[in-house]
């Protein structure tokens, strides 16, 4: 049986604090809206994989963490998609540090991954209507604020609560790079 997994970096726990008071700001004035309850991360990738599956993936995941150099990630300020999700934007330096590392993952794993994301952010709220869009920009105006990077997040998603839970970390440790090998 496949069950869906996701591959993220979370920030700091205070700025996982922070999102989720954000949230609970936002519903306040809007209503519910899409990952109001979803932990503040940046996806990475999502895909399907069988309980056989996972055990390769957890490997090309450790391999594939190793050789990566821990980072600092700013944040700066919030922007919105087109399709009515709000996020926190990540500052430009730190988006071109972490593209390389997001296609890693994407281009890597034996499994097919989907939802790929190519523009690191933080999401506040997906799916919001323009008039919801607009009170998100009015609630938040400003923000700059940095967190140490040094491992991405494996996680499940249970669809009983309809949210991924944290299953493991892989850190990153600078590591001379290995010969991946993916059969």
């Given at each position: 049986m496949t069950e869906k997994y996701s591959i993220v970096i979370h920030p700091s726990e205070e700025i996982i604090e922070e999102v989720k008071k954000m949230k609970e700001l936002l519903a306040n004035h809007v209503g519910?809206?899409?990952s109001k309850n979803a932990v503040a991360h940046i996806t990475i990738c999502e895909f399907e994989a069988t309980e056989n599956d996972l055990k390769k993936v957890y490997s090309e995941l450790t391999q594939l963490s190793a050789?990566?150099?821990?980072?600092?990630?700013s944040i700066k300020d919030f922007d919105s998609f087109?399709?009515?999700?709000?996020?926190?934007a990540i500052e430009e330096e730190s988006k071109k540090q972490l593209r390389p590392i997001m296609k890693r993952y994407h281009n890597s794993l034996?499994?097919?991954t989907y939802h790929h994301s190519d523009t690191p952010h933080i999401t506040i709220g997906r799916g919001l209507k323009p008039q919801q869009l607009n009170s998100a920009q009015e609630l938040f105006k400003n923000y700059n604020e940095s967190f140490y990077c040094d491992n991405i997040v494996l996680r499940k998603f249970n669809p009983e609560v309809k949210q991924y839970f944290?299953?493991?970390k892989f850190w990153f440790k600078s590591e001379p790079?290995?010969?991946?090998v993916l059969f």
């Open positions: 519910w809206f899409g050789p990566i150099t821990p980072l600092t990630v087109p399709n009515g999700a709000f996020y926190m034996s499994v097919k944290v299953i493991e790079e290995s010969q991946l």
